[in-house]
């Protein structure tokens, strides 16, 4: 029988544990900096974690009257969960949710417990695959193009030829962090996943309010077994 659990439970009880853990884990601080919270160390934004709140205080509404058997537990009410779990599903889908957090650069194996998070994280099972570990392979990024809102970069295997990837790496990983242009390279913690590579190349868009400023880039190899390899050196470039 399989084991498989999906990441947001579809029951009653499991989305009641799901929603109610996860918020609270993401309200929990994480500093430094003071004021510094789980939900921004993961790369949610404020929007997004004041909806999935909301669905929490919606839901909780409702389940009150659901555990009521006897009087308040109705077919109607059943229906009202039953869409607020859809919510929730389709809110992960549109901004992938749970999967920013399996590759986020800050995560760590308590965030992936608390949220489920089994593909592409260290708590996988690996005994179906013989894909090598990524140890110290590293990557190495070069500006090809820069244009308006954009850069253009090649990711590449240090000291291989070529834009394939190396046997048993599955995608390269992107990250970015912006500072004002005469500002140092930020530390690792501030970067945040941008998107990944399989052969090569990729476009990094920006916002207009970062024209000016200094756009900054590390990337790192994840095997087929969904291990992280070492981060790149930071290379940096202006928005134009």
């Known amino acids: 029988m399989s084991q498989y659990q999906p990441r947001i439970s579809r029951d009653f009880a ?5 929603i109610t853990t996860t918020n609270v884990y993401m309200k929990l601080p994480c500093p430094p900096p003071l004021g510094y919270f789980n939900w921004q160390r993961l790369g949610w934004s404020a929007e997004v ?3 999935w709140q909301d669905i929490e205080t919606r839901w909780k509404s409702r389940y009150i009257l659901y555990n009521n058997k006897n009087a308040t537990r109705t077919t109607d009410v059943k229906n009202q969960l039953k869409q607020i779990i859809k919510e929730s599903v389709a809110l992960d889908r549109k901004h992938h949710l749970y999967d920013g957090i399996a590759i ?15 593909r592409g994280t260290p708590l996988a099972a690996t005994t179906y695959a013989h894909a090598p570990e990524p140890g110290t392979k590293e990557v190495v990024i070069v500006l090809k193009k820069m244009g308006n809102l954009f850069h253009q970069l090649l990711i590449t295997a240090l000291g291989k030829e070529g834009r394939a ?3 048993g790496v599955k ?11 005469n500002e140092p390279a930020p530390a690792i913690g501030f970067f945040k996943y941008e998107g990944s590579v399989s052969r090569g190349l990729i476009i990094i868009t920006h916002k207009d309010a970062e024209i000016g400023q200094k756009a900054w880039y590390i990337a790192r ?20």
Request: hydrophobic content about 40%; aromatic content about 10%.
């Open 104 to 118: 986020n650069i800050n995560a760590n194996n308590t965030d992936f417990e608390t949220f489920r998070i089994v």
């Open 14 to 18: 499991g989305f009641n544990a799901d």
């Open 49 to 51: 974690i004041a909806q």
């Open 171 to 181: 995608e390269i990983l992107v990250y970015k962090a912006v500072t004002g242009p």
């Open 221 to 240: 190899i994840k095997n087929t077994r969904g291990k992280l390899g070492v981060p790149s050196s930071i290379v940096g470039y202006v928005v134009v």
């Open 165 to 167: 990837k190396e046997y």
